[in-house]
């Protein structure tokens, strides 16, 4: 069985006496070693390793299966590249007795797909069983952040599709961009359809099929991916040891993860609260107050504007808490209300002159969203 190094390509082009050795950072080995290992003097490795740093190469980064690649000619290394990911690339090149390094541009394309996703037991896994990166899952909920709360709406069967822009590099799929079109067949929240629009100032929104807005004042959830552990009203506290009134929605919840703000507003709290340890406030329209307790982080300060999906804060465990989650409380005029029963009103729907551009422009996704997916063979 051949050793691990001895895996490496190693391609000898006699014609014009190239070498070429291709090889993976084996683990606890570090770049120095990798460097030795090809049969580079001591001179030579300090000379490429002082030409990584120059630009700006961190050695305490270099992981195994880290990407090597050596190009001999005339017995000498002429060129030397690392790979750390599918966008990290640093060249170190000779030139005459010098070293150069450089952080190579790595060309990336876009490419508009079709994404389709049946859920079995999660968003996240049936991105995984389709064989998408996990991250559509969380790119996709934000498109019906208005409308579906990802951990209770979601059922076996549900199957959600979407016309959305792939970036590539090296043919791999290393991000998503735009998901200009999208739509949601599910047994509790029916079928959704949203599209991508830009209005004639710019700004980029989604609307429904007849130009309504897919945005609704308040979103459905203060998470992106996060499930209710005790709802409103009474329940037995378990640090108090008494049965009283529980005024919002525990959402059980990693420590660290991103909050964000349900809808448009003002800070009117931002700071420590004895039993709801780190807290956060906000001020809405139509007499609306929302509420943030036990965050580990608070990202904004007393009187600042946030704008919905913006982040104020990641969740914790402090104040009178047994673990990390997040209490939202929904306030209307002062009275505490159970936050997973309102409905609220959409956003202003599109102006009836932009209607007609409105299909022409998503008439082609619109197509490819409705299109029936090939049967695999």
Known sequence: MLAPLALSLALAVTGDSTLIKNRHLERNQTVASALYAAGLDEATVDSVQGALRAAEFDFKRARPDDQLRFVFR?????????RRSLLKEWQVRRDADRWTGRLKEVE??????VVQLQVDSSVWDAAKAAGEKPEIAVTLSDVFAWDIDFYRDVQKGDVMRAVVE???????????GRVLAASYKGSTVGNKKSFRYQLPDGTESYFLEDGSSARKTFLKSPLKFAHVTSGFGGRFHPI???FGAHNGVD????????????ADGSVTKAGWDNGGGNMVCVKHVMSFETCYLHLSKIDVKPGQRVAQKDVIGESGSTGLSTGPHLHFGLKRGGVYVNPLGQNFPRADPLPKELLADFRSRTEDVKSQLDAMPVAAH
């Open 240 to 242: 108090l040891n008494y």
């Open 74 to 82: 005339h017995g000498q290394l002429d060129l030397f590249e690392y």
């Open 251 to 262: 959402y059980g919840t990693p420590l660290g993860t991103p909050v964000w703000a349900v």
């Open 108 to 113: 990336r394309e876009t490419r508009v797909e």
């Open 166 to 176: 792939k970036v590539l590099a090296h043919g791999k799929v290393i991000d998503y």
